[in-house]
């Protein structure tokens, strides 16, 4: 009897002809048991028939696979219908212009195995910079709340989770079209997740890509950061976690900051009308001190924000 897999890769493609093989190529060189599903997300270019070609060429006994259409626009509606598809224990959503290393999902599954009672487990992956650079996205178990609404830990690459889990939070918030995987993280994390580290040497690489979800600037997608911490901030509240709600004010302080770094006079008419909905002069300070860091183009922004804002002053 063939033996069922342990997890399904849900991978979301929009436009991504020229990319998408080397994605698929990655998961079909695991060499273990698990399932593949991937979502056409009303592709205007290539990317079906490349995708139904690269099936086509590569069914073997290891792995199942699938494609799947979604009409819906956004990524987020493309990842609840790889989700409904999934009939494995755990999944793990991966990007159609990223790459895993060979061992990846092997390290998954003994992750896993070594963990029965985590619903989350998670590792390090390494981002290339269109520029050549390239810098290490943590996991972080420690704090997590606060480290993901920072630093984006459960970024949508960088965990896999217990099928019923991820169901159990609602899934992907489809009004969300922007930090999608920001909200998926928060939600998942309100629930109270047993969530487990995986060490050793990074397994994934992100491609940072000139024409990507997050688009180019901030700038450009203007009122979907805003959307994506409202959709945050009622999270937090409904949870009974208003403790939290300072870093969504500092992050809405952030990306105003990022405006102004780009030229936007926005950042600054956003900067002053969250500052006049603060009752606190030092709240008002702190923001103002958190926008300008960011708007010089300064390193250091989440230490500058546990220090200004450790006390909770909501």
Request: some cysteine; hydrophobic content about 35%; overall charge positive.
């Amino acid at each position: 009897m063939k033996q069922q897999p342990l997890i399904t890769i849900v991978v979301p493609v929009y436009n991504r002809e020229n990319l998408v093989t080397r994605t698929l190529d990655s998961i079909a060189a695991q060499n273990c048991r698990l399932s593949m599903v991937v979502v056409d997300n009303n592709s205007t270019d290539g990317s079906r028939s490349v995708i139904e070609k690269w099936m086509e060429s590569h069914r073997s006994e290891s792995t199942d696979m699938v494609l799947l259409s979604e009409t819906k626009p956004g990524a987020a509606a493309a990842r609840n219908r790889g989700l409904e598809a999934v009939t494995t224990p755990w999944v793990m959503f991966f990007d159609s212009d990223d790459t895993m290393r060979p061992g990846h999902v092997a390290r998954i599954l003994k992750g896993i195995a070594d963990n029965p009672d985590a619903d989350i487990v998670g590792w390090d992956a390494l981002l290339h910079r269109i520029d050549g650079s390239t810098k290490r996205l943590r996991f972080i178990c420690g704090n997590p709340i606060t480290n993901h609404l920072f630093h984006a830990s459960l970024a949508t690459i960088r965990y896999a989770a217990r099928t019923s889990f991820v169901r159990e939070a609602g899934g992907w918030d489809e009004s969300t079209k922007g930090w999608d995987d920001y909200v998926l993280g928060l939600k998942l994390l309100t629930h109270r997740p047993v969530m487990k580290k995986l060490g050793g040497s990074i397994t994934v690489d992100i491609y940072e890509q000139a024409e990507s979800i997050t688009g180019r600037s901030f700038s450009e997608k203007r009122g979907e950061w805003e959307a994506a911490l409202d959709r945050c901030e009622t999270i937090l509240k409904k949870s009974g976690l208003r403790r939290h709600l300072r870093w969504i004010k500092a992050r809405r302080a952030i990306v105003a900051g990022h405006y102004t770094s780009e030229g936007n006079p926005c950042g600054h008419s956003d900067l002053e009308k969250l500052v006049s909905e603060q009752e606190s002069a030092y709240t008002r300070w702190a923001l103002r001190r958190i926008h300008d860091h960011i708007a010089r183009r300064r390193r250091g922004t989440p230490l500058l924000c546990r220090i200004l804002l450790f006390k909770n002053w909501l």
